[in-house]
């Protein structure tokens, strides 16, 4: 009679010989970080950039007070200086809200460039990763079938 093979033997050195790539998790891992490094400078700078219009808008308002503040000898240059005060403002608030919109512009756009650069990264490291293993299986795979044989 035939004696039937013992694939636990079989199973047992293929999955011994089964490809674990660390190198592949470790690539991962470093571009995963090397996305979150350039991400959050990209945040970094834009608050430093907001706190800086902010700043400035604060001080200017406070000079633009300054001006109000100060005591008139006609009743009507108190109007005079809220007016001018309240036109200046509205200039400012333009000017800074602008400044905003460019920092978010900025951001946006450096970020979308991140994305489409973390994407093709990562494409190109999973199409490396797959290459590898499928090519490590099918050697496993040829000498798994040829030991149970």
Excluded at 37 to 55: F, N, P, Q, R, W
Excluded at 106 to 119: C, F, R, S, Y
Aim: glycine residues 2%; neutral net charge.
């Amino acid at each position: 009679m035939t004696k039937t093979p013992d694939f636990t033997k079989v199973m047992q050195d293929m999955m011994a010989s089964f490809p674990v790539d660390a190198s592949a998790m470790q690539n991962a891992f470093k571009t995963q970080a090397a996305f979150g490094e350039k991400l959050s400078k990209v945040a970094l700078e834009a608050a430093e950039k907001s706190t800086e219009i902010t700043s400035k808008w604060a001080k200017e308002t406070i000079a633009k007070l300054g001006d109000v503040t100060k005591a008139k000898t006609e009743a009507a240059e108190y109007g005079k200086a809220a007016s001018d005060f309240a036109s200046a403002a509205a200039e400012m608030a333009a000017e800074n809200l602008a400044a905003f919109a460019e920092v978010a512009k900025k951001v946006q756009m450096e970020t979308v460039e991140l994305m489409l650069a973390a994407g093709k990264d990562m494409s190109e490291d999973a199409t490396a990763a797959v290459k590898k293993a499928t090519a490590e299986v099918t050697t496993v795979a040829k000498k798994v079938s040829s030991a149970a044989k």
